[in-house]
């Protein structure tokens, strides 16, 4: 192959790895901070006005309670699963850019240099914690199907998990770079 057709594809793959790890874990963060509450805070305020509705409409004898009481927000709920999935589907496409990538970046790194054991460990604590997070995000995406009273705590934790094994993940990622770049130069 042509050195310069392998800096490029080396280089796309890079950067696929790091958009799809990115997309993932940077949709992780907006998702739990700004959309979660804001459906949750949204939601209170919908139960809220419709206790406001059932009171007024006891003490108004005009209407019955049934009449006052409509269900709390169902384009509310239908937003949140609409989101919830689409969301879902994006890590399932990250999930497959950063598999055939990092397989890609693996062996590349591996046979460019000798990199030594510190890669090595690194190396494989970076794809054990990443393999985790595959495991709890196609897990979370089981339990989802199940009715709500019936998932796992796990389901609800499992989040959070991503976002902090993500997180863990980008962190070894950049220990991976200087290593390897210090074992380019000769540095070690």
């Known amino acids: 192959m042509n050195p310069l057709a392998i800096v490029i594809l080396r280089d796309v793959m890079r950067t696929i790895h790091v958009l799809a790890g990115g997309v993932w874990i940077g949709g992780s963060v907006v998702y739990l901070l700004a959309i979660a509450p804001a459906f949750s805070l949204a939601a209170r305020r ?46 399932n496409i990250c999930m497959g850019a950063l598999l055939i990538s990092g397989v890609y970046l693996i062996f590349d790194r591996l046979t460019t240099t000798t990199v030594g054991v ?9 794809v054990a914690l990443a393999l985790v997070m595959f495991g709890l995000a196609i897990f979370q995406a089981q339990e989802a199907r199940r009715p709500a009273q019936k998932r796992s705590r796990l389901w609800s934790l499992a989040p959070r998990l991503i976002l902090w094994l993500g997180i863990a993940v980008f962190l070894l990622g950049a220990v991976l770079t200087s290593l390897f770049e ?5 540095i070690r």
């Open 182 to 186: 210090s074992a380019l130069v000769g």
């Open 118 to 126: 510190a890669y090595i460990v690194t190396l494989v604590a970076k």
């Open 46 to 91: 919908a139960r809220l006005r419709q206790a406001r509705q059932v009171a007024a409409a006891t003490e108004n004898q005009g209407e019955t309670t049934e009449q006052a009481a409509t269900p709390i927000a169902p384009e509310l709920r239908e937003a949140s699963a609409t989101i919830a999935a689409l969301f879902r589907r994006l890590v």
